[in-house]
């Protein structure tokens, strides 16, 4: 029997995930680490640094899809997109536990900025969610599509070498695209070219800070 939870319900739920997201272990769907397929490699010291930056930079972009979900998910309108964004945070974790323990194989840290990024980015999310689904559903097409050229960006950057980060990468953007085509088919409407503008400026601050903190 399905059970129906009530605003206060959601309310713990998310309490619940934000503080797995940012301070514990969150609940992904138990797929293999695509890394763990890959050899480890001889880098240099120069490309292990790189490499734990970049993906401590996705690892915070996980953390702020997170967000957006749950946002999302909370202010939804219909049922059928509260489960959609459910199913899509959870695959989106198994993203969140392979980048961390990918920094943390580099010897590297995630964010010290990823709680702050959580706030904003759930904070966001509840906004998309509380204009209209279908707004809800096209700002997770945009931001996926903005995550696909992140990530197709730091694979041109990053060690040819670094096998294992690169498989991480590479399924996070088959995952990438396959959420934001379902969100479009889903009834997702294409966002104005200034809110995509900004969608674009925020990205930009989140990942030149946390790539250094």
Not at 99 to 121: A, D, I, K, M, W
Request: proline content about 3%.
């Amino acid at each position: 029997m399905d059970r129906h939870y009530s605003p206060f319900d959601h309310l713990l739920i998310n309490f619940d995930q934000a503080l797995r997201t940012v301070f514990g272990q969150p609940l992904g769907t138990d797929r293999a680490n695509p890394a763990d397929a890959a050899p480890e490699a001889e880098l240099s010291a120069r490309e292990r640094t790189a490499s734990a930056r970049m993906m401590r930079v996705n690892h915070t972009g996980e953390v702020c899809a997170q967000a957006l979900y749950q946002g999302q998910a909370l202010t939804a309108r219909l049922e059928t997109v509260r489960d959609d964004m459910a199913r899509a945070a959870q695959e989106e974790n198994d993203h969140l536990i392979w980048c961390q323990q990918r920094v943390e194989e580099l010897g590297s840290h995630t964010s010290y900025l990823n709680p702050l990024f959580y706030v904003g980015s759930f904070s966001l999310g509840a906004l998309a969610g509380a204009v209209g689904d279908q707004w809800s559903l096209g700002f997770v097409a945009e931001t996926e599509r903005q995550v696909v050229e992140h990530l197709d960006g730091h694979l041109r950057r990053m060690a040819s070498a670094d096998r294992k980060s690169r498989a991480i990468l590479e399924q996070m953007k088959i995952d990438e695209q396959r959420h934001g085509t379902a969100a479009l088919e889903a009834g997702g409407t294409a966002l104005p070219c200034p809110v995509k503008g900004l969608m674009r400026a925020l990205s930009k601050v989140m990942t030149g800070t946390t790539y250094w903190i």
